[in-house]
């Protein structure tokens, strides 16, 4: 097959700028809403791009789990992402519904959540999902899989003797932006793209980008 040759037109939606929440994360929230109503795989399946330690791009997909003053997602402090944003606390985060021809771009700052917040999400997962969490050394390279399914037979026999709580490596990252783009294929790949950019720390001012 000639990839060159693959397009889509992009006939769904427009976007009006003057039509948009004032806030990106009220904005975010309501196209994520329909993406779940449209039954868009994967809704909240984003991808997770960070600064290695030589300078590098690097990223990932993971799930968004949270939207309050920012977007929130978790994982091992001690995975490839974790160090690097212990190194360089930045991170650019893109969501892509193809079933609604949308894509969002955001860029910001990154912290941890809190403690309680970070139990709670871990004590909502499945049993299995919080076994793993203790058992998996991620990121770290492993002889083969038998190691890591040995590992989970460990965890799950000493939990069977006491309770269940969050790993002291494990918890959430917030994802706190700056700048946000929302994107709608349009016709003849003149697309909308709006962003929104926070001026004086409070204050969201949107415009209009060429596609």
Do not use: C
Request: glycine share 4%.
């Amino acid at each position: 097959m000639d990839i060159a040759s693959i397009r889509t037109e992009y006939l769904l939606k427009s976007l009006d700028v003057n039509k948009l929440e004032l806030s990106p994360l009220d904005q975010f929230q309501i196209w994520l809403d329909e993406a779940i109503s449209a039954k868009v795989n994967e809704p909240n399946a984003m991808n997770v791009a960070t600064v290695s330690a030589e300078n590098r791009p690097s990223a990932r997909i993971v799930l968004l789990k949270g939207i309050d003053s920012g977007f929130v997602f978790y994982t091992n402090y001690a995975s490839n992402k974790g160090l690097e944003l212990a190194q360089n606390n930045v991170a650019a985060l893109t969501f892509f519904w193809p079933e609604l021809q949308r894509q969002v771009r955001i860029e910001g700052k990154v912290e941890k959540v809190s403690e309680a917040l970070s139990d709670q999400y871990f004590l909502s997962r499945p049993k299995g999902s919080q076994i793993g969490a203790w058992a998996s050394p991620q990121s770290q390279q492993i002889p083969d899989r038998n190691f890591l399914e040995s590992e989970e037979k460990k965890m799950l026999e000493r939990f069977a003797h006491e309770p269940l709580s969050r790993p002291p490596h494990w918890g959430g990252y917030r994802v706190v932006p700056d700048r946000v783009e929302f994107w709608q294929g349009r016709q003849s790949r003149l697309h909308d793209r709006i962003v929104y950019t926070l001026e004086n720390t409070e204050n969201w001012v949107k415009n209009r980008l060429a596609p």
